[in-house]
């Protein structure tokens, strides 16, 4: 049986945080610098 069908809790939420991350990173390469990356990071949603 999966791991993840059997375990009591999930990374789920770690794991969008990430993929969210990984997308705004790969949206933005080579177009701004640190501080709009950042400012899109720390933005709700």
């Keep these: 049986m999966a791991e ?3 375990s009591e809790w999930s990374n789920g939420q ?3 945080q990430v ?3 990984k ?3 790969r ?6 610098g640190f501080d709009l ?3 899109q990071v ?3 949603g």
């Design 23 to 25: 997308m705004l990173k």
């Design 4 to 6: 993840g069908l059997a």
């Design 19 to 21: 993929n969210r991350l």
């Design 42 to 44: 720390l933005a709700p």
């Design 27 to 32: 949206s933005m390469y080579g177009r701004a």
């Design 37 to 39: 990356l950042r400012a």
């Design 14 to 16: 770690t794991e969008g």
